[in-house]
C-alpha cells in the first residue's frame, strides 16, 4: 500500500535545538509551556509559548529519561535508567526513586510512558542496544507500587488512551506494529488484544503517538518522516509529510490545545545527512485542524 502524503501544511519550527534524540513532548496547561527531553544528553527541556523562550537543563548521566510525565503535585515523574524518580527543576533536591523495575538487568531501560486519567504512569522497557524482545510493560500506580504487566517486546512506544478510556494503544517500533488493547480504566487493567495498524510493509516504523478528540491517532513514523491519522477502526485518513526523516512523539498544545507539537532526532545521521536536513532534532508544530485532550498527571 502506498500512502499519499501531505505536503502542502505548513510546518513551523519552534526550536531547531538539534536534539540527539527528542521525545516525549508534554503539554502544561497551567504554565503554557511545552516540556519535553532529549533522551541521549540526557536534557529536560522546556518552551514558554508566551515568551518563545527555550530551557534545557542538563541531567545526570545516570539519568538517562526516555519519558516524562507531569505531576499533578508539581514537578515530574521521570521514567529512566535508575528507574521512575519524581523530580522538580524548581527545587535543589535530588530525584527521589520510587521504583526500579529494571534494577540489576544490565544495558536496559525505561522507554516511552504516559499516564492514564486515573493518574496511573504505564511504561515500558527496553535493551539500550541489543534489539532483543526483553522489554515489559509497567504501571506505576500512585502508592508507587510498580506492577509489570505484559512482556516481550523490543522497543515500546505510542502509549495512549482513546476518549472514552477503553481502548490503550501500544506498539513495538522494531517490530513495525500498533495494538490496540482492551482498557479497564477503573481497574488499570489491560485486556483483550488485537493488531490495530501493522507497518511491516512500510519504510516507516511507529514510534510515539497521541490521540485527538475524535479518538483518532496520529502516530510519528521514523525513517519514513511521515506524520500519520488513524480513526478508531484503523483507517488512515490522513499522511503529513514532515521536513525530517524521524519524528519521533507528537502531542496537543497550544491555549485550545488545537497545535500538534513534534519532536525529532538527528542520532545517527552523517555529516551529509545533516547538511541535507537541517531541522533533525528539531522541535516542531503544525495546525492539525483538530483540538487534543488534556495531558493527564501522575497523582503520586
Known sequence: M?????????????????????????????TGTLWWIDVRRPALQSWDAASGRHTALRLHPDLVTGAIALREAGGFLLAT???????????????QVLAHPEAGKPGMRLNDGRCDRRGRFWV?????TQRNPVGTLYRLDADHRCQAMLDGFVLPNSICWSPDDRTLYFSDTHNQMVWAFDYDIDEGRIGARRVFADWTHQIGRPDGATVDVDGCLWTCMVASGQLIRQTPRGKVDR????PVTNPTCPAFGGSRLDTLFITSHSQRLSLEQHAREPLAGALLALDPGIQGLPEARYRG
Not at 502506498?2 to 497551567?30: N, Y
Open 2 to 30: 502506498t500512502l499519499a502524503a501531505d505536503t502542502t501544511t505548513v510546518i513551523d519550527c519552534i526550536v531547531q535545538g538539534a536534539d540527539i534524540l527528542g521525545e516525549t513532548p508534554r503539554w502544561c496547561e497551567r
Open 81 to 95: 535508567a535508575a528507574g521512575l524518580c519524581l523530580f522538580d527543576p524548581a527545587s535543589d533536591a535530588a530525584p
Open 124 to 128: 515500558g522497557s527496553m535493551h539500550d
Open 239 to 242: 499522511v503529513i509529510q514532515l
